[in-house]
């Protein structure tokens, strides 16, 4: 039988649906995830099938949207917040993290904050730079948050379907460029847990760690780089807190070198996180110096070319892996 | 009538004990024992007593960065306020939130040092309860200057258009910090805020338990029924600075005895007296019991240790896929 395949967006409504089919307290708000549907489709049908008190249109309020999602969390409900666009979390963030990161602590363990914030980041819809831009590094850095951002069709339901199911506050960040990635992803309800790495190809000579759609890139990168004989592994960590480090460390012991890719500047981010993995977990293996290709320290600009420019692309992998291996 | 001079009595009682918890934490600020978070509440207290005595144990309260009145007022003890407030582990946060922000889960009160954000967090409680369809409330308790912040605003319309149960009560104690009310208020009274987004409500006099707990005893059993959020302005006064320690150079001394004479605890004194022929003895009786009980919870408190640097960073995270957290 044909493997059956969805879109990223599809896998994720395949996701909620499931999730909200099997648990009551599972509820989604967010700006026009009913009646539209989101915009990508990703809440499609959620508001016909369970009704207008678990499918809940907000306003444009994303500090009081957030704020319902923190209480009603603490309060028992396990909601599935939505922010449109990464960008608009900065109206959020005193919710998220003042509130929802700090209260399991506060509550010496008592009160569980279930609370999913589902939204999307990146370029690739000439949106511009206040609609683009990646700002996972934010998040990452604040105790009392786990971070995903899953790259594949496949993964991103079972990361979701474990990001609802998980008692912590997870900031969930998709990609707008993947939505309509079409892969293989399973009907059956299956989980991928939260803090776990993925090798997603096996190779010798050197380490491609990247996230989200950058996943994608070392991938196809990684294709090309065969056909000269360079042999890339690619680790997709697919939660950026808490980082499964020790993935990345067994690849980088065996292939010696490392490439982290990330569409967020560099500094102060994410990216030099794992670099500073790599060099306490596998220093001694490390045949050249780990190398970052990261986005430029620049707002996004409109023009579809030069957005794609200021972020890495499949030939700025190959360029850098290729150096990397010496080549 | 004689639940009603009952109520009164209980209402007494419990204004002496957070007046008499706060006037221990002052030295107790001095002594450096409590740090600078400690935002007095003397002279506030009709408002926490009056709003909390038409609670039940399944409503939650969201409080502000002047927590210690409502903590009592919704159950907390004495010696739970005196841990949290000199960091101890008896506190409700286990000593690791200090004077403006702690959870007491038993309790299901909430209070936090960001001006205003209980507002929109309030929405998400009322929405469980809500949903769960019993009747309980959520109480939001924030102060005059919070009436600024998009949080405010984005709560309460929120609310409104949801019907959510939330209880506003605004504690307009005339100062936002250092700047008078009338200076940075753009209302003439903030409850008309609440009537822009619909929202039912009114003015009283916070300095009266009794008007406090009239109009809280009218709005809460409206707010149980599902009709949706109402709002409640208390006009009240801060007899101490914004802090211990607050230079107090934006108002005088004569008005600050203006209002020390309109005292809520004196001013039920009386009503007792004058109109309830409670006995002067019994008031007396009672007053002492309270400072006994106060000075027994500070001790118990003081004796009891600091959270080790262990304890201090645990239940950061929900083990997550089973690694460590």
């Known amino acids: 039988m044909a493997e059956r395949t969805l879109t990223y967006a599809e896998a994720i409504q395949e996701a909620l649906d499931q999730e909200m089919a099997r648990d009551p307290a599972v509820c989604v708000m967010g700006e026009d995830i009913g009646v539209w549907g989101n915009l990508f489709g990703c809440t499609k049908g959620l508001l016909e099938k369970y009704g207008k008190g678990r499918v809940r249109d907000t306003p444009i309020s994303e500090a009081a949207l957030m704020g319902c999602g923190v209480g009603s969390a603490a309060a028992g409900m396990r909601p599935v917040v939505e922010i449109m666009y990464i960008d608009f979390i900065s109206i959020a963030m005193d919710q998220i993290v003042n509130h929802a990161a700090r209260w399991h602590q506060l509550s010496g363990g008592k009160v569980k904050v279930p609370l999913v914030v589902r939204t999307q980041g990146g370029v690739g819809f000439r949106n511009s730079s206040q609609h ?177 420019a200021v972020v890495p692309g499949v030939a700025d992998v190959v360029r850098e892996a290729r150096a990397l291996a010496g080549r | 009538m004689a639940s009603r001079k009952s109520d009164l009595l209980k209402y007494y009682r419990k204004m002496l004990e957070l007046r008499a918890v706060d006037n221990r934490l002052v030295p107790l600020k001095l002594k450096d024992l409590v740090m600078d978070g400690f935002h007095p509440y003397v002279g506030e207290e009709a408002v926490a007593v009056g709003v909390c005595s038409a609670l039940r144990p399944e409503d939650y309260v969201i409080s502000t960065h002047r927590p210690q009145g409502h903590a009592l007022a919704k159950g907390a003890s004495m010696r739970a306020i005196f841990s949290e407030m000199l960091g101890r582990v008896g506190g409700p946060s286990r000593g690791l939130g200090g004077p403006m922000q702690w959870v007491d889960a038993d309790h299901r009160f909430f209070c936090g040092s960001i001006v205003g954000s209980g507002v929109s967090y309030a929405t998400g409680f009322a929405l469980s309860v809500q949903r769960e369809g019993k009747g309980a409330i959520v109480v939001c308790f924030f102060g005059d200057g919070a009436s600024n912040t998009g949080s405010f605003h984005e709560g309460m319309n929120l609310a409104a258009i949801w019907r959510l149960p939330v209880l506003y009560v605004c504690e307009n104690n005339q100062y936002g910090e250092a700047m008078p009310v009338q200076e940075f208020v753009s209302a003439p009274k903030i409850a008309a805020r609440g009537a822009s987004y619909g929202i039912k409500g009114r003015t009283v006099d916070g300095m009266d338990v009794t008007k406090v707990a009239a109009a809280v005893a009218e709005a809460v059993p409206w707010l149980r029924r599902g009709n949706g959020p109402a709002f409640i302005e208390t006009v009240t006064y801060r007899y101490r600075g914004h802090y211990l320690g607050d230079p107090e150079n934006y108002r005088t001394k004569a008005e600050i005895e203006k209002w020390r004479k309109k005292d809520p605890i004196d001013r039920l004194r009386r009503q007792l007296v004058r109109t309830w022929n409670v006995s002067e003895q019994s008031l007396k009786t009672m007053e002492a019991e309270v400072e006994a009980e106060a000075d027994q919870a500070q001790q118990a408190s003081l004796g009891e240790r600091k959270a080790t640097l262990d304890e201090a960073v645990r239940n950061v995270l929900v083990p997550v896929a089973g690694r460590e957290a």
């Open chain 1, 132 to 308: 683009s831009q990646s700002l996972e590094n934010w998040f990452v850095n604040v105790p009392g948050l786990v971070v995903v951002m899953p790259s594949t069709p496949y993964d991103v339901k079972g990361l979701l379907k474990a990001a609802i199911r998980d008692d912590n506050p997870v900031i969930f960040i998709e990609h707008k460029a993947v939505y309509r990635n079409k892969g293989p992803v399973p009907s059956e309800d299956y989980v991928i847990p939260l803090g776990v790495a993925e090798v997603k190809r096996k190779g010798t000579d050197l380490t491609i760690v990247a996230n989200s759609w950058m996943v994608l890139h070392a991938l196809a990168a990684a294709e090309e780089l065969s056909r000269e004989g360079i042999s890339c592994e690619v680790v997709d960590p697919r939660t950026l807190y808490p980082l499964d480090e020790a993935v990345i460390a067994e690849s980088v012991r065996k292939s010696g070198r490392c490439l982290v890719v990330n569409e967020a500047p560099a500094a102060g981010g994410w990216s030099g996180e794992v670099a500073a993995v790599v060099m306490e977990r596998a220093f001694d293996k490390l045949k050249a110096p780990v190398r970052r290709l990261c986005g430029r320290r620049t707002g996004v600009p409109y023009d579809k070319d030069l957005e794609r």
